[in-house]
């Protein structure tokens, strides 16, 4: 196991931290093509469609075709859902992550670095100007340095932010595709609030997002900033 440490976020990390973000999300492209697969909806639309087809041009080559064009279409389908939610986070808060998690206290953005290597990232964003909630955000570790409990390090790292902070919840939203980061945030004690669909896309696939909150004790309140490397 390559040893690594967890260190705030430099500007010279960006190249690095953008090229991880997108690979973590697109991870979930299969994922969600399977599921949609899955759907009764779907098989519906899978086996009426060519038979449809068929049965008014007699052309199993056209039902052929037709299936096939519903399968690509249905997998960019999946590719779009989180294609967009990467472009949302690239013109938002990752577009500069030393303003929106550096830029003022409260806030802050951690990398896991290992043999000089980017290779996990968490953000912590505060989204009350009373520091009632922090928001966990885009925690991500790359694919080879799994199962070294890298991940669970950068969410004890938030909330130990967060109890130096003075927050008294964390929260997060993760999709029910995620499960392994599902599986992760309750094992650590987050509990489910409600879930949501985002927008239709996301309702007529039937993926909810689900809302997490972690609470924490409302009298430790200090003035620690967002630490150093």
């Given at each position: 196991?390559a040893?690594?440490?967890?260190?705030?976020?430099?500007?010279?990390?960006r190249?690095?931290v953008?090229?991880l973000f997108?690979q973590?999300?697109?991870?979930?492209i299969?994922t969600?093509?399977?599921?949609?697969l899955?759907?009764p909806r779907?098989?519906?639309?899978?086996?009426?469609l060519?038979l449809?087809?068929?049965?008014?041009?007699?052309?199993?080559?056209?039902a052929?075709?037709?299936?096939?064009?519903l399968?690509?279409?249905l997998r960019?389908l999946?590719?779009?859902?989180?294609?967009?939610?990467?472009?949302?986070s690239?013109?938002t808060d990752?577009?500069?992550?030393?303003?929106?998690y550096l830029?003022e206290?409260?806030?802050?953005?951690?990398v896991?670095?290992?043999?000089g290597?980017v290779?996990?990232?968490?953000g912590?964003?505060?989204t009350?100007?009373r520091?009632?909630?922090?928001?966990?955000l885009?925690?991500?570790?790359?694919?080879?340095h799994?199962?070294?409990g890298?991940?669970?390090a950068?969410?004890?790292?938030v909330?130990q932010?967060a109890r130096?902070q003075?927050?008294?919840?964390?929260i997060?939203?993760?999709?029910m595709?995620q499960?392994?980061?599902?599986?992760l945030?309750?094992h650590?004690g987050?509990q489910?609030?409600?879930?949501f669909?985002?927008s239709?896309i996301?309702r007529?696939?039937?993926?909810?997002v689900?809302?997490?909150?972690y609470?924490l004790?409302s009298?430790?309140?200090?003035?620690?900033?967002?630490?150093?490397p």
């Open positions: 196991m040893p690594y440490h967890i260190r705030k976020y430099r500007e010279n990390d190249t690095q953008l090229g997108p973590g999300m697109n991870e979930h299969l969600t093509f399977c599921h949609i899955k759907l779907t098989l519906v639309l899978l086996l009426g060519p449809a087809i068929f049965l008014l041009s007699g052309s199993w080559l056209l052929l075709v037709a299936s096939l064009t399968l690509a279409a960019f999946s590719s779009c859902l989180w294609n967009q939610f990467i472009d949302m690239l013109r990752m577009s500069d992550i030393t303003k929106f830029g206290p409260g806030s802050c953005f951690w896991v670095e290992a043999k290597q290779v996990g990232m968490v912590a964003l505060s009350t100007l520091k009632e909630k922090l928001e966990l885009h925690l991500c570790v790359a694919s080879e799994r199962n070294q890298i991940a669970k950068l969410v004890r790292t909330l932010f130096d003075g927050y008294s919840q964390v997060l939203t993760t999709s595709l499960r392994s980061a599902l599986a945030y309750q650590m987050f489910k609030r409600h879930q669909f985002p239709m996301w007529l696939i039937a993926v909810p689900i809302s997490f909150v609470w004790p009298d430790r309140a200090s003035e620690t900033q967002c630490p150093g």
